[in-house]
């Protein structure tokens, strides 16, 4: 226990110096009971020990030091629990996450769900952004600082192929806080180091869900799965589809939700088929993250006053018990 005002601890030293007087005038009372008990104007004093009136000041002397405890305003380490974890914001940006099935495009559409759901996240979640397109790139380490997760994702443009894959595996390298590399340069599922078990983290994987590239996404699934990250995808565009036009060819692309289902499946996460703001609330919702406790200093002077009183107010019923009066 520390103090904000430890100066007032040496109001402390009024409390043995009114024990003494206490003591000596109740010495100076017996003595004369005694002398007066000897002429035979009162009666003599009961041998019989009276333990309330020795309860009594020791009552008032406790409730009086822990009055004099609060004005030096004691702060104590309390315990605060608070949800903890790592999610990281996978975004595709491929070339057809320009479509159009979602206003302004998909990735437009998906940036401004992420972003409403960065900035409602409590400041105990850690939040990384995963770019993936033919290759993937982590834009933002995990940070508590939501600016910077903001500002990553303000810079997400689309282009190239898509690699689901490779995406996930970046996740996890962000996630690990180290590059994730699978047997055979990236073409497997099984990573060359060992990667460990990271609850309470997940993944946000904003996808249309058409792999065109790279690693089969559901082998990283499983990896995801043994290392204890659950992947929630998201699924960007309509399963009707849409067409682009990229220098002068037209593109067909629509959303594969199949893909997306079952890595869902694979590493217990959950699908969801929009990338609103809404469902974004349900996806955090979902997260299994984990619950932990720091221990936080916060200001107790009213638990010690409030002590102090129930104190003062136990010595003064129990007088009243004893002798009829307060003191």
């Not at 996450?97 to 900035?119: N, Q």
């Not at 770019?131 to 508590?144: H, N």
């Amino acid at each position: 226990m520390t103090f904000t005002w430890p100066w007032m601890l040496v109001t402390l030293a009024a409390v043995p110096a009114l024990v003494v007087g206490y003591r000596r005038m109740l010495r100076g009372q017996a003595q004369r009971r005694a002398d007066l008990a000897a002429l035979g104007l009162v009666t003599p004093t009961p041998t019989r020990p009276d333990t309330a009136r020795r309860v009594v000041p020791v009552l008032f002397g406790a409730a009086l030091t822990l009055m004099l405890l609060a004005l030096a305003r004691p702060v104590a380490s309390v315990a605060e629990p608070r949800r903890e974890g790592t999610v990281i914001l996978a975004f595709d940006v491929s070339t057809s996450m320009a479509a159009k099935d979602e206003e302004p495009t998909r990735l437009d559409y998906a940036k401004a769900a992420a972003r409403s759901f960065v900035d409602k996240q409590p400041s105990s979640i850690r939040m990384g952004v995963v770019a993936f397109d033919g290759s993937a790139l982590v834009l933002q380490q995990p940070t508590r600082d939501k600016n910077e997760a903001l500002s990553a994702i303000n810079r997400l443009a689309p282009q190239g192929d898509t690699d689901i894959g490779r995406g996930i595996l970046a996740s996890l390298g962000a996630i690990a806080g180290k590059v994730i590399t699978a047997a055979g340069g990236t073409e497997g599922g099984n990573p060359e180091t060992p990667i460990g078990y990271y609850g309470g983290t997940a993944i946000v994987l904003l996808t249309d869900g058409e792999n065109t590239d790279g690693p089969d996404p559901l082998e990283l699934a499983d990896l995801a799965s043994a290392a204890g990250v659950r992947i929630y995808p998201v699924g960007l565009g309509s399963t009707s589809g849409s067409v682009l036009q990229v220098d002068g060819f037209s593109i067909a692309t629509a959303l594969d939700e199949d893909t997306l289902k079952q890595i869902a499946r694979t590493t217990g996460g959950t699908y969801y088929p929009a990338a609103d703001p809404a469902t974004l609330a349900q996806v955090y919702d979902s997260l299994e993250l984990t619950w932990t406790s720091r221990m936080v200093p916060r200001e107790v002077t009213s638990l010690v006053a409030a002590l102090a009183t129930l104190l003062l107010l136990a010595g003064a019923g129990l007088s009243v018990v004893r002798s009829g009066r307060v003191i």
